[in-house]
Each structure stands twice: as structure tokens, then as C-alpha cells.
């Protein structure tokens, strides 16, 4: 099985730490995971225009191949103005419509306001239903403070334990998803 994460964050590191944390405990948690991470700021996506995905540059159909193609996925995003991430918004906008059918998909935010963990449920849980993901109930809400703040480290054990939740949760329900299509 393939674990793809993507960071939505164009700046900053706390995002894509984050994704990556969810990425490290799935491969700690089930061996046979291979995992990758997709970190948006290293990619040139274009902005969409209700274009077929042919039609933009080689990053941008890259990426959404990588994301097409993964078994399962994790999404990242810091929350902005009660939101997620205008790039990671862009990045949904170039994918079709049954992109996440049989697949798990994942969230972790990032933030400085713990009343913005309801972005996670309502707003990116809500885009990626439309895309026929399906979301577990283990997300992960990371308030700023958890991050040290001269190494941008994860050093809330709490968030450690409940990014550990949501892999074994994202783990067992996609091989449920592959052994019942099998």
C-alpha cells in the first residue's frame, strides 16, 4: 500500500512536519507501507482554469498523478482566515471528480486558534467526501504551541499518540477497502 501526503502550506514548516509526522508513524505502524510526500512548495502548480489536466505544466500533472495514483492519502494544511490553504484548494480544483474513490483520505491542520479545528470536519472534510474520499474520524488538529519554537519540532507527545490513532485507523480501513475489492 501506498501512503502519498500532501502539505498545502507554501510557507513555513509546521505543515509539511506534520504530514510528514503521519507519514513516519505509518511506515513505524505497518512495515509493508511506503509512504511519500508531496510538500506543495516544491512543486510550480498552476493555477486552475477549468482546463483537462493535460493541458498545464509538468508539475501540476505530476503531482495529481502521484495523488491519483496512491492507495491511500494524508492532506496537510495550515488554516488561514478560518480555511484551508489557497494552494491546497488549487491543487483539489485539477482533480476529478471520483479522485478519492476507495481510498482513505486523511487530514491534519495546523493552526494558531484551537477553534479552528472545525475546518478540518466542515470545510476540507466536506471537499474531500465530494472527491469520494473516505474520511476517518481520527484527525489531527495541531495547534501551533505544539511545535518547538526554535526547531519547528513536534514535541506534544498528546498529538504524537493521536497522530498514531489516525494512521492505525487510516491503515486498518484501507485494507478493508482493498480486501473487500479483491
Known amino acids: 500500500m501506498k501512503l502519498v501526503g500532501v502539505s498545502g502550506a507554501l510557507s513555513g514548516d509546521k505543515t509539511m512536519i506534520a504530514v510528514d509526522s503521519v507519514l513516519t508513524a505509518a511506515r513505524r505502524f505497518d512495515k509493508t507501507v511506503k509512504t511519500e510526500l ?25 503531482v495529481a498523478q502521484k495523488i491519483l495514483s496512491a492507495d ?9 482566515q478560518a480555511s484551508l490553504s489557497g494552494a491546497l484548494k488549487n491543487l ?18 495546523t493552526g494558531w486558534t484551537n477553534r479552528h479545528f472545525l475546518v478540518l470536519e466542515y470545510h476540507l472534510g466536506s ?13 489531527v488538529f495541531i495547534h501551533n504551541d505544539a511545535f518547538d519554537p526554535d526547531t519547528n519540532e513536534l514535541i506534544d507527545e498528546r498529538i504524537h499518540e493521536r497522530i498514531g490513532k489516525l494512521v492505525e485507523e487510516m491503515v486498518h480501513l484501507q485494507r478493508s477497502i482493498m480486501n473487500r475489492k479483491s
Open 38 to 62: 508531496i510538500d506543495l512548495r516544491d512543486y510550480d502548480i498552476e493555477s486552475a482554469a477549468g482546463l483537462p489536466l493535460s493541458a498545464y505544466n509538468e508539475d501540476t500533472w505530476n
Open 72 to 80: 491511500f492519502l494524508v492532506f496537510g494544511t495550515p488554516i488561514y
Open 92 to 109: 483539489f480544483d485539477h482533480l476529478p471528480e471520483y479522485a478519492f474513490r476507495d481510498k482513505v483520505t486523511g487530514m491534519v491542520a
Open 127 to 139: 471537499i474531500l467526501s465530494y472527491f469520494k474520499g473516505l474520511i476517518p474520524t481520527e484527525n
